[in-house]
């Protein structure tokens, strides 16, 4: 089954040079393994909040508008397709991930069509 990992991060918490350099090779190190393992189809960072755009048609009228559309304290930081037997298999990857320790990983199963 197909899981769409998605890493929600507050992006409002600062984090020095070093910590920043330390959490992308955390990562890289668990892209890595999950590569190797044949789990991770796909993933990517995703660029901070500010630059992003919320697409809304209401009534037939286009709303375009800077950033998120919903409040929140945690932003989604960066996502990965991964590919498990099962959803246990699922949390054990997502547990694994660095994000888990700071931030929250959402998994969303994937409808198979």
Not at 56 to 68: I, K, M, N, T
Not at 81 to 97: F, G, P, Q, W
Request: charged share 30%.
């Amino acid at each position: 089954m197909k899981y769409l990992l998605m890493v929600r991060v507050d992006e409002s918490i600062p984090m020095t040079a070093e910590e920043k350099a330390a959490d992308l090779e955390a990562v890289g190190s668990w892209v890595r393994e999950m590569d190797s393992r044949g789990v991770r189809l796909t993933g990517d960072r995703l660029r901070p909040v500010r630059d992003s755009v919320s697409v809304r048609v209401r009534h037939g009228d286009l709303l375009v508008s800077d950033g998120p559309f919903a409040e929140t304290k945690e932003q989604m930081g960066g996502f990965d397709l991964i590919e498990c037997d099962d959803v246990k298999e699922a949390i054990e990857i997502a547990s694994r991930h660095p994000g888990a320790a700071y931030g929250t990983i959402e998994l969303r199963p994937i409808w198979q069509s």
